[in-house]
């Protein structure tokens, strides 16, 4: 059985600059307005999913590349 993730950090994924040390628990709300990130944020766990499944590469590319997963673009 796979073990839950307690806490999270995340920096330059698409709209999400720097999160840092977020708390999870057994069921977790997210409110926000309209382009805050939550979206992004839950897509994070499907990319990890793929991840995991060994689907990265064909993940990312059909989303556009790895450009469109980092925070505002290419540097």
Known sequence: MARPI???TLRG???IRRLDDFELSGVNVL???????KSNFVGFFHLLRE???RRLE???NKAGGAD???YLGPK
């Open 68 to 70: 469109k997963q980092l």
């Open 31 to 37: 409110i926000g307005a309209n382009g805050s990130g």
């Open 51 to 53: 991840l995991v499944e």
């Open 6 to 8: 307690h806490h999270l």
């Open 58 to 60: 064909k993940t990312v």
């Open 13 to 15: 994924y698409k709209s």
